[in-house]
């Protein structure tokens, strides 16, 4: 091209054109540096690096900002979006695809996400969170809504939910988990540090706690309940197979450290304000039980307190260290 065309096509409304014809050609629309973001509506993918701020909606393919990002208004990205730095958004946020959060997210609205949720470091979300596939928290979530998740859960740090908690497969909490709402499991739940629902917790195929937990109504469950460490349920606790305490360093404690088995003599570890009732077996330790145990077998150890009746089928064994306020009482098994 010539000095005298190229500085014509300058001058004139190709040039112009040129840009635009080339600008829409990319795949990805791309903001950086401070800018202030227009209505978007496009099938393609939008960046924004920088400081991005948008008063309005973003419909889009994919959507990744690093940065600083906020403003207020709706996203609904189809094809997914990314965000590290810092995400602060009033509105509703849509992702049809994965959604991943690094670094500081605060949203006040509702999250759906179409597949994968990850989040690590502050994630705070004034709203509801759903998510159609596996669910992560690395570092802290906070939840004011509910938690839906159609697959796995998986939590470490600190989470906190204003409602409730529904997931469809297993459910893992390290850390600690503050739930105001039921707890509802498809399959497993696990949990490692402290665990607190202000309601029931029903958790389908069972319940494997360490550390402590405090469940203000019920604990459900249709397979086994172990739960070592501290406990404190308002309500019943049911059940094939239930068993509190079962530390298999127990006993060197125990005897290694009397200080520890002094102590241990004048605290009740569990807590059950209610009833503890399982298909098959009851074995407990240090443990106080408000309402009745009804099982086929009943073991109950040393420092074990039972207001109710215990009601077994097969056999009972009572440590002599154990009180109860009543005789157990035999039962058919079509009574359990």
Known sequence: MSSKHFFKLINGKEFIFALLRKFMSKDHIRFSGSAILPDINTKK??????????????????????????????????GGMRSSGSFKFEGPVQSGDNA????SAKLKGDLTVGEELRSSGSFNVD???????????????????????????????????????????????????????????????????SLKCASNVKAKHGAKISGSVNIVLNLETEG????????????NVTGVDISFDQ???????????????????FREAYEIGGSIIAKNSVDINRTYVA????????????????DGTVYYV?????????????QPVRIAPEEL
Request: glycine share 14%; hydrophobic share 35%.
């Open 45 to 78: 993918d939008v960046r924004v690096s920088g400081s991005g701020k948008l008063d309005g909606t973003i419909e889009c393919n994919f959507l990744r900002t690093s940065g600083s990002f906020q403003g207020k208004g709706s996203i609904n990205a189809h």
């Open 127 to 193: 709203g509801s969170v759903s998510a159609k596939d596996d669910t992560k928290f690395s570092g802290s979530a906070n939840i004011t809504g509910d938690l839906i998740v159609d697959d796995d859960l998986k939590s470490s740090g600190s989470l906190k939910v204003g409602g409730a908690v529904t997931v469809d497969d297993d459910a893992k909490f390290s850390g600690s988990a503050k739930i105001e709402g039921d707890i509802d499991i498809g399959e497993f739940l696990r949990s490692s540090g």
């Open 291 to 306: 309402g009745d145990i009804k099982a086929r077998t009943v073991t109950l150890r040393r420092f074990t307190k039972v």
């Open 100 to 103: 991943r959060f690094s670094g």
């Open 314 to 326: 097969d056999e009972c064994l009572v440590h002599k260290k154990a009180k109860l306020a009543n």
């Open 224 to 235: 086994f309940v172990d739960i070592k460490g501290g406990a404190k349920i308002g309500g």
């Open 247 to 265: 530390h298999k360093w127990y006993a060197f404690w125990y005897w290694t450290s009397y200080i520890i088995s002094f102590w241990r003599m």
